[in-house]
Structures are given as structure tokens and as C-alpha cells.
């Protein structure tokens, strides 16, 4: 069982740029594919971006693409989502999924497919 711990969140500009993190327990890390979701007050949870078990292969969300990265290391057992050019409408509370899986160059782009989850950080971007 693996246990996730996000963090790196907090009030940012509009425009501005965050990176969060999320520090994956347990072994055998490669062996889990891994996603950034959000989930805005009132709004049900949305899939950010995905990234696979070995890291080649990623998948993101429209409003995402060309201004998120999803990258994962290895020798540090985390995951991470670059945020650049933020606007308003990123806030949310961000959490980050894992998903067992023996098909380590698959991605899994929905929540419900996700077992484990952290506890989320929250994201506000205002001026």
C-alpha cells in the first residue's frame, strides 16, 4: 500500500508559476501509474494530468496542455506538477492518485481508477 503526501501549494499570482510535489511511501514505485486531479468549491473532482508507471507517457487535461508538466523521479519516489501561467480559474484543492498496475507505460486519465490518494494542498491564484 502506498501513501501520499502533497505539498507546495498555497496563494499565487495570476501568470505566476508553482510546482507541487508529491512524496510517494512504500515500494516499488515504478509499478504505480500516478495523477494530479482538482477539484474547484462546488465543482465535482477533475483529472489534471497523468503520467505512467515507467514515466514515458503522460496525459493531460485540455486546460492543462502547454501550461502543466507532470514528471516523476524515481530515485526520490515523487511525483510532480509544474504550473506555469496560472490563472484564476486553477483554484482548487490539488490531489495527487496512484493507481497499481503491472502495464507501467500505461496512463489511466480517470479519478475512479485511482486507489490511493493524499490528503490534497490547496491552490489559490489571485491578485
Known amino acids: 500500500q502506498v501513501q501520499l503526501v502533497e505539498s507546495g501549494g498555497g496563494l499565487m499570482q495570476p501568470g505566476g508559476s508553482v510546482r507541487l510535489s508529491c512524496a510517494a511511501s512504500?515500494?516499488?514505485?515504478?509499478?504505480?501509474?500516478m495523477g494530479w486531479f482538482r477539484q474547484a468549491a462546488g465543482k465535482e473532482r477533475e483529472a489534471v494530468a497523468t503520467?505512467?508507471?515507467?514515466?514515458?507517457?503522460?496525459h493531460y487535461a485540455d486546460f492543462a496542455e502547454g501550461r502543466f508538466t507532470i514528471s516523476r523521479d524515481s530515485t526520490k519516489n515523487t511525483v510532480y506538477l509544474q504550473m506555469d501561467r496560472l490563472r484564476p480559474e486553477d483554484t482548487a484543492v490539488y490531489y495527487c492518485?496512484?493507481?497499481?498496475?503491472?502495464?507501467?507505460?500505461?496512463?489511466?486519465?480517470?479519478?475512479?481508477?485511482?486507489?490511493?490518494w493524499g490528503q490534497g494542498t490547496q491552490v489559490t491564484v489571485s491578485s
Open positions: 503520467i505512467s508507471g515507467n514515466g514515458m507517457n503522460t
Open positions: 492518485a496512484a493507481k497499481s498496475t503491472v502495464l507501467t507505460s500505461k496512463v489511466f486519465p480517470g479519478s475512479m481508477q485511482y486507489a490511493y
Open positions: 512504500g515500494p516499488t514505485f515504478s509499478r504505480y501509474a
